[in-house]
Nanobody
Framework: QLQLVESGGGLVQPGKSLKLSCVAR????????IGWFRQVPGKEREEISC????????NYADSVKGRFTVFRDNARDTVYLQMNSLKFEDTATYYC???????????????WGQGTQVTVSS
């Protein structure tokens, strides 16, 4: 069964960058779209990006468009989220999940990772 593991979170100053990784274990993510989400305690989970199985199609939430870039290396079974120009409001726990299909948006997401914390603070 596919397992996704996020890493790369941490404490960063406003305006700086971080790159998150989402690695597949126990199975491959080659034939699945991958979504990135974030959640702040007490708020609804926000889908911020999705990348198709081939990597040829991506989409972004307005809140991160132009600052975040999603890309994947299927040879490494890894999807990355490059986050630039970070803002205080980007502070959240970030999760990746596998889509129930090749494209974005998929009909559903599954195999959620455990999350990685990103804190933007001066």
């Amino acid at each position: 069964q596919l397992q996704l593991v996020e890493s790369g979170g941490g404490l960063v100053q406003p305006g700086k960058s971080l790159k998150l990784s989402c690695v597949a274990r126990r199975s491959t993510m080659d034939y699945r779209a991958i979504g990135w989400f974030r959640q702040v305690p007490g708020k609804e989970r926000e889908e911020i990006s999705c990348i198709s199985a081939s990597g040829g199609s991506t989409n972004y939430a307005d809140s991160v468009k132009g600052r975040f870039t999603v890309f994947r290396d299927n040879a490494r079974d890894t999807v990355y989220l490059q986050m630039n120009s970070l803002k205080f409001e980007d502070t959240a726990t970030y999760y990746c999940a596998a889509g129930g299909g090749l494209g974005c948006p998929p009909p559903y997401f599954h195999s959620w990772g455990q999350g990685t914390q990103v804190t933007v603070s001066s």
